[in-house]
């Protein structure tokens, strides 16, 4: 039991020294100053034990004044080191302003809009301001968060343009967009519409009978020239048939001879055929 | 012609084998070239320069005033580093101007800069910097000092030896190849240091960051007061050691502290003001991996082959083919990294990744290349990806354009052609649905043609009296 007071004792006078020998401030203020008379800004007071809770606002044109008295061990002092630091808390990205000190301590700092990098400017993010002092020697030197500076941006006034610096690294992934594949209507309609001109054939058959077409003279024909008559016709055949082949598995220059072959055959026995239908005609038996 | 004995092929090969032996050292050679004011200052670096040298580095040492001092001899690099201690003199004379350092990188020559707060930077070097976007104090000096981060044991006073961490990496898709199994509590002395200011180029990378609270100031002019507009650059704006990669790979690193690198620092002890233990300083494992860094040591990566094919089960799947065509198709790289002696399999930094790019002008494709592990060794890591070429015919480039800090930069172009669907690749007409009618509309016309013909020639007047009359009159 008397240990441990006597060791509260000790941690007590511990503490006590390190106070002594530290650096802090007094009478720290902020105030937002308006460029226009008339308007009067806010002004609050800080102090490096609890930050302030609400966010201090900056308009575009406001000038924020930070001022306070340095002291080292109670005593007013000036430090070496004295800055207002600003940080933007998502990047982490700092920017310190000195404070101006008189030897006795009495420090100042004005800020506006343009002394703040573009990096703040066009974050929405409030800025943490943290007070540092310190100086050569022995004191313990301070950093302590003490407000939040929400800036006001005037939507008349343009941001200055900003480019993200280039830094190598992974870059963003890219997939190529295929174009769409062609498309075909449903089935049914292209089936439907190939029945409607396949029926045409039976159509045209039809009719044709109707009209009275028969094939009686076929015997008389095939009598009167049989070689020619069945060349000619089996030419015919053939000539499709070579089309057939070529829509199928042929390519052009397979096609072309075979198609001269055939023609040939066709211009040969046609001349004998069709004189056989001219001499019927003149006959005049059709 | 030249008759070769088998006591002369054992020569060369004893002479090819020590040549090998010797160039171990760094991937590109190891003269070393040491400039320090005075020759005897080199005692003070006899750990840091014994390291060097123990690691295969053949080290001479001039004086900036030096006659003989020259970095290229007949249009060739004469040395393969340079390192640069701190010097008195004011401009370093007519054989390191900085048009010739300059020209030193361009020839993929290394650098290792060093500075002090006590000298002030010689005007070539400043000059060089200045053309690498790296900003000195102005008076060419500088001393940084942070009142939180400072060694108690040796600058109690003056704070102006920086006690701090071993640097973690500026992102965390960049290796930590500095601070990569550092002790927790190691901590680096960085005695009476300079720091600079970075420029916004990709090329520069700080290794080592001053601490937010630390700031530069000039000793001789602002040990009373630092005036507010005066301040050179506070925080993490100050890089204490900064690496700068140039396009073609030379490496120059700028370190702010010479001491650093001082045997007295190689061994002393530090603390910080927050009450911890001393610690044995982490200045010598960093020394190394700085200077091995900067002589292509280490971060130096080599592609060792290049392979891409057809990924389809085919009769013919020859590999990297000069002509594709719209089909899936793969794509591989082996990729092997240099540590101090030796090449390992590379394996990327946690959240980075290897990209491929498939380029006609801009990119089509950028995808990540993936381990492989059933190709790669122990020796080389492959990466690989398949994927589907676009569908736009030309000529394209496979592109690897991996460039990251602290890696040597790696761009490896493939040129391809890219054809379009030959007439007989597409689908069958009979395959398509829509063409179902124009095809039945064929049947049709033929199977008409062919009775039409039929019935022309062999038909007989029909008897009908009235359609007589009609049929005749047609034909």
């Excluded at chain 2, 123990?54 to 003989?68: A, D, L, M, N, V």
């Excluded at chain 2, 490496?251 to 927050?274: C, H, I, Y």
Aim: glycine residues 6%.
């Amino acid at each position: 039991m008397r240990f441990t007071q006597s060791f509260a004792l000790a941690l007590l006078l511990l503490a006590g020294v390190a106070q002594a020998a530290s650096w802090g401030f007094d009478d720290g203020t902020v105030s937002v100053v308006a460029k226009r008379a008339g308007e009067t800004g806010s002004k609050e007071r800080f102090n490096s034990k609890t930050p302030l809770t609400k966010p201090v606002s900056l308009g575009s044109t406001d000038t924020l004044k930070i001022s306070l008295t340095a002291k080292d061990n109670g005593q007013e002092k000036r430090p070496h080191q004295a800055f207002v630091i600003l940080k933007e808390k998502e990047t982490g990205l700092e920017a310190p302003f000195p404070l101006t000190v008189k030897e006795n301590g009495k420090a100042v700092a004005s800020i506006t809009h343009k002394d703040l990098p573009v990096q703040f400017l066009i974050t929405d993010e409030p800025l943490e301001a943290s007070i540092v002092l310190g100086s050569f020697g022995s004191s313990k030197a301070l950093n302590a968060p003490v407000f939040d500076v929400k800036l006001q941006k005037d939507p008349n006034v343009p941001l200055p343009p900003y480019e993200k610096p280039v830094r190598y690294g992974k870059k963003e992934e890219i997939h190529h967009i295929f174009r769409a594949d062609p498309k075909s209507p449903p089935k049914v309609i292209s089936i439907i519409f190939a029945l409607a001109v396949l029926a045409t054939v039976p159509a045209l058959f039809i009719s044709w009978v109707l009209l009275g077409a028969n094939l009686n003279h076929l015997s008389k024909a095939i009598g009167a020239a049989p070689v020619s008559h069945a060349t000619f016709f089996g030419s015919i055949l053939a000539m499709e048939g070579v089309f057939f082949l070529y829509y199928t598995s042929w390519n052009l220059f397979q096609a072309l001879p075979v198609i001269g072959a055939v023609a040939v055959v066709t211009v040969l026995s046609g001349t004998k055929a069709l004189g056989e239908v001219q001499s019927r005609r003149l006959a005049g038996e059709r | 012609m030249l008759r070769s004995s088998p006591l002369l092929s054992l020569f060369a090969f004893l002479l090819c084998w020590g040549a090998a032996l010797v160039s171990a050292v760094s991937t590109t050679g190891n003269r070393l070239l040491a400039i320090l004011d005075d020759v005897g200052e080199k005692e003070n670096y006899s750990k840091f320069l014994g390291d060097l040298e123990s690691r295969g580095f053949q080290i001479t040492y001039e004086t900036p005033k030096s006659e003989s001092l020259a970095l290229f001899h007949l249009g060739e690099r004469a040395y393969d580093h340079v390192i640069f201690f701190p010097t008195k003199t004011k401009g370093l004379g007519p054989n390191l101007t900085p048009q010739i350092l300059v020209n030193f990188l361009n020839a993929k020559g290394n650098i290792l800069q060093t500075l002090s707060s006590s000298t002030t930077t010689p005007n070539s070097l400043v000059s060089l910097l200045a053309e690498l976007d790296i900003t000195l104090p102005t008076e060419r000096t500088g001393l940084v000092v942070d009142h939180f981060s400072y060694d108690t044991l040796s600058a109690p006073e003056t704070h102006d030896v920086l006690a701090l961490p071993p640097p973690v990496p500026v992102r965390n898709d960049i290796s930590p190849l500095f601070s990569a199994g550092a002790p927790k509590d190691a901590l680096l002395a960085f005695p009476h240091g300079v720091g600079a200011v970075l420029g916004p180029r990709e090329q520069l990378t700080p290794i080592l960051r001053a601490p937010n609270t630390a700031y530069s100031y000039n000793p001789k002019e602002q040990s009373e007061v630092l005036d507010a507009s005066d301040l050179f650059a506070a925080g993490q704006q100050l890089s204490l050691v900064t690496a700068f990669q140039a396009i073609n790979s030379a490496r120059l690193v700028l370190l702010g502290s010479a001491e650093m690198l001082q045997d007295k620092w190689f061994l002393a002890e530090v603390a910080t003001p927050n009450g911890g233990k001393p610690v044995k300083t982490f200045n010598r494992e960093f020394a190394k991996r700085v200077s091995a860094w900067a002589f292509q040591e280490l971060g130096v990566l080599r592609v060792n082959w290049i392979e891409h094919h057809l990924n389809e089960v085919t009769a013919v799947n020859e590999s990297n083919p000069h002509i594709y065509r719209v089909k899936n198709d793969t794509y591989t790289i082996s990729l092997s990294e240099y540590a101090y002696d030796k090449w390992s399999a590379f394996s990327l930094p946690a959240n980075d990744v290897l990209q491929l790019e498939f380029s006609m002008l801009s990119p089509f494709h950028r995808l990540p290349l993936s381990l492989d592990k059933s190709q790669s060794t122990p020796e080389a890591s492959v990466y690989t990806v398949s994927f589907k070429l676009p569908d736009q015919h030309g000529i394209f480039n496979f592109k690897v354009d991996y460039k990251r800090p602290f890696f040597t930069n790696i761009e490896e172009k493939t040129t391809v052609s890219v054809r379009h669907m030959a007439h007989d690749e597409w689908p069958r007409s009979f395959v398509i649905s829509g063409a179902w009618p124009w095809i039945a509309g064929l049947g049709a016309t033929v199977t008409g043609w062919v009775v039409f013909v039929a019935l022309w020639m062999y038909s007989a007047p029909p008897t009908d009296k009235k359609n007589k009359v009609g049929s005749k009159k047609t034909n």
